[in-house]
């Protein structure tokens, strides 16, 4: 529940930061787009199962760079890590749990570049479904059983393959969640019987958590409230 206080940063907040902070992501976000847009043009695998090749990944060097950009401005200034990414050929599948929305897919863009398992729906978001395919996904379709059995034979195949494909990103819980508690693990990270990096990752708070409102469920609210902030942290 917020806080006197947490309402009137808010209140500030809203008309001090939050602008500036909007104004900077959505350009970010732009110049993201319009690269990964580039780095596509004249590709004739849409089915992702050609790796790209290296001239092309190479077009996307600024991708990692924006997106560390676009967690300063959600007020991301320091992130503590601890230990370090694997190289791809000793751990080609990286699982990081919990997963609470985009904050973890723009940490891992900026330290890995990795590849990602993500759901069909997301094809068609604008600007997502660009960097998804900039980032050679794998498409699940959750109310498809074969989709299913595709997705363990690319996640397979690329493991196998780690020079020629980048780390594959999988968040095995499969969905968002409040970060109250881990739930079950999909299989699809595990079954090719390759080494994995896992990756925790935590948001520590005093006033706000990102995965929880009091306000409601609303994304947009979320997004508000984290661009109001006047620093978030990541761990």
Wanted: net charge positive; with cysteine.
């Amino acid at each position: 529940r917020a806080s006197w206080y947490e309402w009137i940063k808010l209140g500030v907040n809203s008309i001090v930061l939050v602008p500036v902070r909007s104004l900077a992501i959505g350009l970010c976000l732009l110049v993201m787009f319009v690269t990964a847009k580039i780095s596509l043009l004249g590709w004739a695998a849409p089915d992702h199962t050609v790796p790209l090749p290296r001239w092309r990944v190479a077009l996307q060097t600024p991708l990692p760079y924006l997106a560390r950009i676009v967690l300063f401005c959600f007020g991301y200034v320091w992130i503590t890590e601890r230990g370090r990414p694997a190289p791809r050929e000793q751990a080609p599948i990286v699982v990081a749990a919990s997963h609470t929305g985009m904050m973890e897919g723009l940490y891992m863009l900026w330290k890995i570049s990795p590849s990602v398992v993500s759901v069909s729906d997301n094809a068609a978001t604008p600007v997502l479904g660009t960097l998804l395919s900039a980032a050679q996904v794998i498409y699940v379709n959750r109310s498809d059983p074969g989709s299913r059995h595709a997705v363990l034979e690319h996640i397979g195949e690329r493991a196998a393959r780690p020079g020629l494909w980048p780390q594959t990103l999988i968040f095995p819980e499969g969905l968002c969640t409040a970060r109250t508690a881990l739930i079950t693990f999909k299989k699809g990270a595990f079954v090719p019987g390759k080494p994995i990096q896992p990756v925790a990752l935590a948001y520590p708070y005093r006033h706000f958590s990102v995965a929880t409102l009091s306000l409601g469920p609303s994304p947009l609210a979320i997004l508000w409230r984290t661009l109001a902030q006047f620093v978030n942290h990541m761990e």
